[in-house]
């Protein structure tokens, strides 16, 4: 499956590679300049792949003479020792690459290998895994892409595509009533969704007509409960659980009915894959 990398990607790798190389690459200019290099990057544990338009932007922003030979795709299942990719051309922009490449394949593999654990864990269910706004600053673009890598689904990818009420808006409003009424008035055509904390809190979703309610930290029978009274009405609302759900819960969230499960930890939690890149030089 082909994945569509984010438009900022481009700028994502400039300011990656301008807070690694700043006014210059001093250790690179040990090696001649007419060196050539020829590097195989492999993983050293079970992983999914993510991060490959990021390792090509990479190098083709150094030297876009260096040639890339890719041995896995982005979505892919990775087993240890499997080569992920072949690298060649001038020695010093494939070592001056190398971190910043790396940097993001380990990252996002990671965000992605965190990604199918959770959708794995709750198959069969009809369910679908969500990611938050709790990402890393400056990659929220790259992460959200490598969810889907992983087979998760996208929530709003910012606080300008979906209204999301919570407790303080709800607050300030003076009810979820109030707080829908003006998020409708706002014609954004974009889609409503409300945080509730109570079965009573979600009737009043309900009522309001909002398209989705995030029920925030609910006991399983009060999920139960939720999903029973939105079957029964002639429009029924999106529902997501959320809040303290780890990987041993999720399946028991998941099997009492609501559309979707989300998870913050995904995005925010990340431990980078282990990888190993080795680079043999010619002169």
């Given at each position: ?113 965190a990604a199918r654990r959770y959708v794995a864990a709750i198959?069969?269910?009809g369910c679908r895994i969500l990611d938050t706004r709790k ?31 919570k407790e303080n808006h709800i607050a300030a409003a003076g ?109």
């Amino acid at each position: 499956m082909d994945f569509i990398a984010p438009p900022d990607l481009a700028q994502t790798v400039a300011a990656a590679l301008a807070e690694d190389i700043g006014s210059g690459d001093l250790t690179a200019q040990l090696v001649p300049a007419s060196a050539t290099g020829r590097a195989r990057v492999i993983t050293r544990e079970a992983a999914v792949l993510c991060g490959a338009p990021w390792v090509d932007a990479v190098f083709a922003a150094l030297d876009p003479s260096v040639r890339i030979i890719w041995r896995a795709r982005d979505g892919d299942a990775i087993a240890p020792g499997q080569l992920l990719f072949e690298v060649e051309g001038p020695a010093r922009p494939l070592l001056t690459g190398e971190r910043t490449a790396l940097n993001f394949l380990q990252s996002l593999s990671g965000t992605a290998t965190a990604a199918r654990r959770y959708v794995a864990a709750i198959e069969g269910t009809g369910c679908r895994i969500l990611d938050t706004r709790k990402t890393l600053p400056g990659l929220r673009t790259a992460q959200k892409y490598a969810v889907r890598c992983g087979g998760g689904k996208n929530h709003r990818i910012g606080l300008y595509d979906g209204i999301l009420i919570k407790e303080n808006h709800i607050a300030a409003a003076g009810s979820i009533a109030a707080a829908v009424s003006a998020a409708r008035a706002l014609s954004a055509h974009v889609p409503v969704e409300v945080e509730v904390e109570s079965l009573e809190e979600l009737d009043q979703a309900f009522a309001a007509d909002a398209d989705m309610a995030l029920l925030d930290e609910l006991s399983l029978a009060d999920l139960a409960e939720a999903v029973a009274r939105n079957r029964r009405r002639t429009r029924p609302l999106g529902l997501e659980a959320s809040g303290g759900i780890d990987l041993e819960t999720i399946r028991a969230v998941a099997l009492t009915g609501v559309d979707f499960i989300s998870v913050g930890a995904i995005t925010k939690h990340v431990r980078a894959v282990d990888l190993s890149m080795r680079l043999a030089v010619g002169r």
